[in-house]
């Protein structure tokens, strides 16, 4: 996870996404769907620093883990976002992945494009940055109940 924390970092994700879903009452966050609990200070125990975050132009991801468990979606998300999330101001960040031409058979880690999307003759993968990210996003998950968040 360490290697994808640092990718969030360095491209930069920090800056529109936050990770801290707000108590009930600040904000829109639980009918947003980021979360069913707020999340606390225990949440960031083994994080140094925390990645809070700056802002919110783009959806919480405190729980992206848990919201959202598909490779495949997060891959296409990365790729371009307007695959997943029609009228995204995120950034498309395609030097993440390799275009690779496709000769005979398409690579089993190829990205599943819905149709409209496909790039025909090329399979597109994810590089290591790439899934390092993923995993790191896939692993994103304050569901857990907490005795300071009473259920």
């Given amino acids: ?6 990718v969030y970092i360095a491209e930069g994700c920090i800056y529109c996404h936050s ?15 980021w979360g069913d609990r707020r ?3 225990r949440d960031y125990i083994y994080d140094a620093p925390p990645l809070l975050g700056t802002m919110r132009t783009g959806p919480d991801l405190a729980n992206i883990g848990v919201r959202q468990p598909s490779d495949n979606w997060h891959y296409l998300h990365l790729y371009n976002p307007r695959i997943t999330s029609p009228g ?18 398409v690579p089993a880690d190829a990205l599943k494009f819905p149709p409209g999307w ?22 994103l998950d304050h569901s857990h109940p907490v005795p300071e ?3």
Avoid: H
């Avoid at 996870?1 to 640092?6: F, P, S, V």
């Avoid at 995204?88 to 058979?105: A, C, G, N, R, Y």
């Fill in 1 to 6: 996870m360490a290697e994808g924390r640092q």
């Fill in 19 to 33: 990770q801290q879903v707000r108590p009930k009452g600040f904000g829109a966050d639980f009918e947003r769907g």
């Fill in 39 to 41: 999340t606390v200070a």
């Fill in 88 to 105: 995204s101001i995120m950034p498309p960040f395609p030097f993440l992945f390799e275009e690779i031409p496709v000769q005979v058979e």
């Fill in 118 to 139: 496909e790039k025909p003759g090329f399979a597109i993968v994810p590089n290591r940055r790439a899934r390092a990210l993923v995993a790191y996003l896939k692993s």
């Fill in 149 to 151: 968040v009473p259920r």
